[in-house]
């Protein structure tokens, strides 16, 4: 599976595929050796996902005339590991750990993600409890062997776990981090005795102090391990098939694209591919725009993600979890999911989307999600046998979906169903179908704002100073709606936006990250120095095994800080250049002023302690997104027409094209179809079209709009 990305190209003009899959749709870019775009967004295929891309690729080589040999890039962002966790069905995992340290796992962090919630049932571990067994081998905080253990003791434990058919072993012992040799020996151990068990080294993949954090994200990686190693190598053999040669490159959580080989030894990197794909769009679009502040919402079939940039600089946390519910818990709230140490795009994420289904409860309340139709049955009217009600549904009886057909008519639409499915949830509440759907809009626009707050106001920013990019396959129906309940003044609609985070694949850096724990007594600047240079040397080797040329590379140096007696850690960024004295300071300045930012107040410079050094190596992209969005053909010309919406009253709405908006603000409503997704203006705000073709509306400086 090992490929040199820069020995692959074939003679002739040179291709680019970007790959997006969703819960939905599968949505692929195709983009050729002038920039000119082609694109596809076709129903993804669970739970044979690589089936659809190989169709979607079939089918815009053979429109376009190219030939799969001239790809010299694959660039690919996944949900399988995600959903081998949500749906359970990872490999059967092992954990071999230290004595008395079995029940880590278990006991976690004591935390409840809803305090008040006595229906909340926590996660089984990934590992059961019978397969998680122990060694008397036992480290010390610094780094000394208190017990060793033997060949034979670990092999035991081996045989066991054999006899327990498990097909993936984790491997953690306490303090770790400080003698990373002794773990990795007992994971060689392993290898060699049983080579055909996914084998995971917790040192490998989050060497960090946290023994509960560190066990859980090396239980998790042997769990999708086999999963993703299978999907991976299915894919690259059906490309091979089709005669590509080109390299997989895959979008990792933190925003960087990374080879196959590194993704099938430690998928826990792609937990979150898909999502932090669109982030980095967001990222390039802003950067191009010169906006500093801007929210990314995207709303796809199954989820609604949001994330903050600022100066133009997605948030990095530290870790996240996943499997529990939607991912908005921070703080003292969390503890509902699988903890994962290991960076990722900091973003939020709620139960709404296109296929979000809509239901009363007993008590009458009306609810959209976060249970989804997915992709099949899909909504009821897409008429493949769906018989509950979706927001997409919602959307057809309002009018501000095409009652015909979505996706360029790839997908086509029963609004009779849609408006029966609507009239049977209206009917449990003594309402219509519109008035059912006009509701179950307003409560998703609601839950949606529970994302925005999580990485805005809940991190002491105020989401009015930012600008929204509102993409995904319903982001832009949501967009203006949420803004408004925010107070955001301004939203922007990108091109293809319903495609926005395969753009975001293109644009895309190949990065590394290389994460080691600091443990000098006297947080010496000369220690911390030659350790930054050791790591950058060991991410240049990693890199010069893919690339012949290492031109272009640039490295980025985070420190995690404290102060004494804390348990958690604020992320810094080092100033570039020689580490001494001087960068210090500036780093413990910063650290004061995101500890004042996060929590209301700081202490003094003897207090800080650095825990963990950080540093990113990127090998930046050759493309700018504004070849991407820029449109290289003249587009295909639509008459304009008009529909009855229902906002808060009945409105006859104009229904346009991207390439018909106007340059200059032009009032709503209005209805905006792509190809991809549908724009929706409401009645107060006015909307245009900028050089970029991106759609910008804004909602009155004063808060106040028209009758609606």
Not at 25 to 52: C, M, R, W, Y
Request: proline share 6%; net charge negative; aromatic share 6%.
């Amino acid at each position: 599976m090992k490929a040199n990305p820069d020995s692959t190209e074939s003679p002739g003009p040179a291709w680019r595929l970007g790959v997006d899959i969703g819960g939905t749709f599968t949505d692929v870019i195709l983009l050729g050796p002038n920039a000119e775009t082609h694109t596809a967004k076709v129903l993804s295929t669970p739970p044979n996902f690589a089936q659809g891309v190989v169709t979607a690729l079939d089918a815009l080589c053979a429109d376009v005339g190219a030939d799969p040999a001239h790809l010299i890039a694959v660039l690919h962002g996944t949900t399988v590991a995600t959903n081998a966790i949500l749906e359970g069905a990872g490999a059967r995992t092992g954990l071999i750990t230290t004595r008395g340290f079995r029940d880590v796992l278990e006991l976690g962090r004591l935390r409840r993600p809803s305090l008040y919630d006595l229906q909340w049932v926590k996660p089984e571990p990934l590992a059961a409890r019978h397969l998680r067994v122990e060694l008397p081998l036992r480290i010390a905080a610094d780094g000394s062997v208190l017990a060793d253990a033997t060949d034979d003791d670990v092999l035991r434990l081996v045989d066991y776990l054999l006899a327990q058919n498990v097909q993936a072993v984790a491997v953690c012992l306490l303090n770790s981090y400080a003698r990373p040799d002794a773990e990795r020996r007992v994971a060689e151990l392993v290898r060699a005795h049983a080579p055909s068990l996914f084998v995971t080294a917790s040192v490998d993949v989050s060497p960090e102090m946290h023994e509960f954090e560190r066990t859980s994200t090396a239980v998790v990686n042997s769990y999708v391990g086999p999963v993703v190693h299978e999907y991976v190598a299915e894919l690259v053999t059906r490309f091979r098939a089709r005669g590509v040669r080109a390299p997989l490159l895959v979008m990792q959580s933190a925003g960087g694209l990374l080879d196959a080989d590194a993704v099938v030894r430690q998928p826990v990197q792609i937990i979150e591919s898909g999502p932090a794909a669109g982030v980095i769009a967001v990222q390039h679009l802003a950067r191009s725009l010169g906006l500093s502040n801007v929210v990314a919402f995207d709303m796809g079939g199954t989820t609604a993600k949001a994330s903050l940039l600022e100066n133009g600089t997605p948030f990095i946390s530290a870790d996240y979890e996943v499997g529990g519910g939607m991912n908005i818990a921070r703080g003292l709230s969390k503890g509902g999911g699988y903890v994962i140490r290991f960076p990722s795009i900091d973003i939020a994420e709620v139960g709404a989307g296109g296929g979000s289904i809509i239901h009363a409860d007993t008590a009458g309340a009306l609810h959209a999600g976060p249970h989804s139709a997915s992709a099949f049955p899909g909504p009821a009217c897409y008429g493949r046998g769906g018989d509950r009600p979706t927001l997409t549904d919602a959307n057809v009886v309002l009018g501000y979906l095409s009652p015909s057909g979505l996706a360029g008519g790839r997908v086509e639409i029963s609004a009779e169903l849609a408006r029966k499915v609507l009239a049977d949830v209206g009917g449990e509440l003594g309402i219509d179908a519109v008035a059912a759907a006009r509701g179950a809009y307003e409560v998703a626009v609601s839950n949606m704002t529970r994302a925005v707050k999580a990485v805005t106001s809940e991190r002491g920013r105020d989401p009015r100073d930012s600008v929204l990019v509102a993409f995904g396959g319903a982001g832009p129906l949501y967009g203006a709606y949420l803004a408004k309940a925010l107070g955001i003044g301004r939203v922007l609609v990108p091109r293809y936006p319903g495609l926005f985070s395969a753009v975001g694949l293109l644009t895309a850096d190949t990065e590394r990250h290389l994460v080691r724990p600091f443990t000098d007594q006297h947080q010496d600047v000369a220690a911390l120095a030659r350790e930054v240079a050791d790591m950058e040397a060991a991410l240049r080797a990693d890199l010069g095994e893919y690339h012949a040329s290492l031109e272009g590379l640039t490295t980025e140096r985070v420190l995690d800080m404290r102060y004494r007696g804390q348990r958690f850690e604020l992320r810094i960024p080092m100033p570039p250049g020689q580490v001494d004295e001087r960068a210090m300071a500036r780093c413990r300045q910063a650290f004061h002023a995101e500890h004042r930012r996060t929590y209301g107040r700081s202490g003094s410079d003897a207090l800080v302690q650095i825990v963990n050094v950080r540093v990113i190596a990127k090998l930046t992209s050759d493309l700018a997104i504004r070849s991407i969005l820029t449109p290289d053909t003249e587009p295909v010309r639509r008459e304009d027409t008009t529909r009855t919406c229902r906002f808060d009253e009945e409105r006859t709405t104009l229904v346009t094209t991207r390439d018909r908006v106007a340059g200059t603000p032009t009032p709503g409503p209005a209805i905006i179809e792509d190809m991809d997704s549908t724009v929706l203006v409401p009645p107060g705000a006015s909307y245009h079209r900028d050089p970029l073709s991106n759609i910008v509306i804004d909602w009155p400086a004063d808060g106040k709009d028209e009758a609606a």
